[in-house]
């Protein structure tokens, strides 16, 4: 009884072993040749739609620059939930409203406006004003603005910094003369008592708590009163006009502005989108419209250093519009203004006439967070938070129904005079 050895055809001859191979190891002949096994393709973390910008996506071959800027940017914190690089809205109360301190980077934010009022223009002026005071606040251009639909007249608008009122910048006036070491700082009792028994040490706990002291330039107050003095220069703001046939004319300046700016933060302003006074015929169809905010979705999800804020009228395009739907699924965040009806205005003065400051001036709706929304954390709030347009700052907080004390006194007497 004779015997072969495994994998040798029968009735054939054996085939030359090839060299490095071990000849009792020879594959079947004529059998299909094998390649190397390729992983299964992973599908990516973000659904980016299939639509690709005219010319390379700028910001992908420059990753070790952005990379840099991220870490070295003073705008530029992580995210309290996804410790996502995250910066500011310049409003402190919008930060928090968002659940990451701010806008993550690569992630955009809708903002919907009911009635002729034109709050969302309040915080589209702070979200590029504070882009600008970080290129001041360290001395060298980090952050570039650009603004699609709007000239230079708008960003001569932006609003200055927050000094304080005349109290307050007495007392930090006070304060800087009194940190000064000086013969009569040093003479004094309370200061040789503090060094004495270390009252001044603060404990290294409340410094790590304090965030403010983590990332002193994150975030700052503007004054709505005033201005940015001085201007935008073209090194810091560009703009996009919109007297063109289609939106790739709008992407291509775009990215050209971003090539001609490498390493640094973009911020981009989508100022009252689709508004027939802004936006030619053209651009207002819908296919193009769509379009276009893909093209932007594709960049900000392809370029770690750019995010936008864009403003929509619900007067013009109500929210059961399809179109709105629709461009509501695109961005990754979306919040909604609606103006206090005149009743309850009215209501409000009267209640508040001698605390003028808790008068506010709408709801302000909350129906999608950046990231956690699209990670499937469902987070609809409305008619929980109200707003106002303050002077230091655009105000957010709980909603809470006003009392009429002076008609519940009425009611009260009525009931014991019965």
């Not at 695109?330 to 001698?354: A, C, H, S, T, W």
């Not at 009392?403 to 014991?416: L, N, V, Y």
Request: net charge positive; proline share 9%.
């Amino acid at each position: 009884m004779s015997f072969r050895r495994r994998q040798e055809v029968i009735g054939g001859t054996p085939s030359a072993p090839s060299p490095g191979v071990n000849s009792s190891r020879n594959p079947v002949l004529g059998a299909p040749s094998r390649g190397p096994l390729s992983p299964p393709s992973r599908a990516p973390l973000r659904n980016t739609p299939h639509v690709n910008p005219t010319g390379p996506t700028p910001g992908l071959h420059n990753r070790g620059s952005n990379n840099d800027m991220l870490t070295q940017h003073p705008g530029i914190r992580p995210s309290t939930i996804t410790s996502q690089p995250t910066l500011s809205t310049g409003s402190a109360d919008l930060d928090r409203l968002l659940a990451h301190q701010g806008l993550p980077l690569g992630n955009s934010l809708l903002i919907e406006e009911n009635g002729t009022t034109d709050f969302s223009s309040v915080l589209l002026k702070v979200y590029a004003a504070q882009g600008i005071v970080h290129n001041r606040t360290v001395g060298k251009l980090n952050t570039h603005v650009i603004v699609i639909g709007s000239d230079q007249h708008w960003g001569r608008q932006l609003p200055g910094l927050y000094r304080g009122s005349s109290k307050e910048q007495k007392k930090n006036k006070v304060a800087t003369n009194e940190s000064k070491v000086t013969v009569g700082n040093i003479n004094d009792s309370n200061l040789k008592i503090a060094w004495r028994y270390g009252l001044k040490k603060d404990s290294p706990s409340e410094e790590l708590s304090d965030p403010s002291q983590t990332y002193p330039n994150y975030q700052h107050a503007f004054d709505i009163t005033s201005s940015l003095l001085p201007a935008p220069a073209a090194n810091e703001m560009s703009f996009v006009p919109l007297n063109v046939p289609d939106y790739s004319k709008v992407m291509l300046h775009i990215q050209r502005i971003i090539s001609q700016h490498q390493g640094k933060l973009i911020r981009i302003v989508l100022q009252s989108f689709l508004n027939p006074a802004m936006y030619p015929p053209q651009l207002i169809q819908h296919n193009q419209s769509l379009n276009f905010i893909k093209s932007l979705r594709y960049l900000l999800h392809n370029s770690p250093n750019i995010s936008l804020v864009s403003s929509v009228n619900l007067d013009l395009y109500p929210r059961h519009n399809a179109l709105v739907t629709m461009i509501e699924m695109l961005f990754d965040g979306v919040i909604e203004l609606k103006p206090f009806p005149p009743e309850l205005v009215q209501m409000m003065e009267r209640i508040y006439k001698n605390q003028p400051a808790k008068i506010k001036q709408g709801f302000l709706n909350v129906l999608k967070l950046p990231v956690l929304s699209e990670s499937g954390l469902m987070v609809i709030k409305e008619i929980e938070y109200c707003f106002k347009n303050g002077k230091k700052k655009f105000e957010i907080e709980e909603w809470s129904i006003p009392i009429d004390e002076e008609e519940e006194e009425r009611s009260t007497t009525k009931d014991i005079e019965f």
